[in-house]
């Protein structure tokens, strides 16, 4: 199962217009990354839930993807992440081991290992988590006891004592056993299944990984995703450039360490550095762009010089906020405030 029914409301206003899954990571959309890993472990199946711009995830993944059959959730409200099961309980329970996953996160998924460790346990639920202590962005994590087994999560009453608190990773295997459990209506995986499950005597399990892992809940965590993946895996790490074929860079154009979707266009003596142009995006002869996002079809039409910031069309009804400004067609988001 694979969650893509979010909002993706902190990366608004680039959101009105790119559902936070298909959000391209150097060439491919986040949740892209995802299928094509699950299919080379041997997932057999897939189902993946709908409710922001559910179109345009339905037309990009089709009824297969890298080879994987696909069945669609929508939802005309948003379930959460235990809610968003139930529709797909019949299709769940049929399955060896249910793994479900954030369609908006991005990592080199050690699927493999986290099946193995699930299997070989026989636990009700193993979480994956990354090897990073928690912090107040994201949350309480997860409390591991002796022998690595969860104690805690969240703010939840530790069972026994926590001998360090990690982050989840987003992605998890569960015992079909334990689809039971599920109800009809919104609920959350962690509030409403897992913390009752652990303090009523069930076990669930973890696998700590130091794989490249990125939550893209903001602008910044986006941008750093797209700049950490393009600079390959270790130890051949460089900082390299991802320039689609189909984007327009002129030769006196100068890109460093940054990712140029198709359609992008990069005029005369422009400079491209440790940013992102998604597609459509125009940047004119002579400008400088650092650290920052274009959004999708955003056009700059006189020369600028721009730092840490994103830049996105205006679309009707979007209130900007006061860190934000507004000039003619374009609305600048500084980054660096909400990581």
Known sequence: MVLAAGYGERLRPLTHFVPKPLLPICGEPVVGHTLRQLGKVG?????????????????FLGRRYFGLPITYSPEHEIQGTLGALYPQRELL?????????????????????????????????????????PDA????GVGLGAGGRVVALRDS??????????????AHVLSPRILKRIQEGPADIIDDLYIPLLQGGGRIQ???????????????RYLEANLDWVCGRWPLRRRLSKISPLAEIAETAIVRHSVIEEGAVVGE??????????SGAQVVAGSRIANSIVGPGARLTASASIEGRMINRVRIGHQPSPQ????????????????
Not at 43 to 59: F, Q
Not at 137 to 140: A, F, H, T, Y
């Open 157 to 170: 009453q530790p069972i026994a004592k926590v001998v360090k608190r990690l982050v989840f990773a987003g």
């Open 324 to 339: 934000e400004s507004v000039m003619g067609e374009l609305i600048f988001t500084p980054l660096g405030q909400g990581y």
């Open 137 to 140: 962005s994201l949350g309480g």
């Open 93 to 133: 329970a049929r399955a060896d081991a249910v793994l479900v996953v954030n369609g908006d996160t991005l990592c080199r998924w050690p699927f493999r290992r986290l099946i193995r460790r699930h299997l070989r346990s026989g636990a009700d639920v193993t979480l994956l988590l990354y090897q990073r202590e």
């Open 43 to 59: 997932c057999e199946a897939v189902a993946v839930n709908l409710h922001h711009l559910p179109e345009a995830i339905g037309r």
């Open 206 to 220: 973890a696998l700590v990984s130091s794989a490249p892992w990125h939550d893209l809940g903001t602008p910044e």
């Open 269 to 278: 003596d422009a400079r491209i550095e440790g940013s992102v142009l998604l």
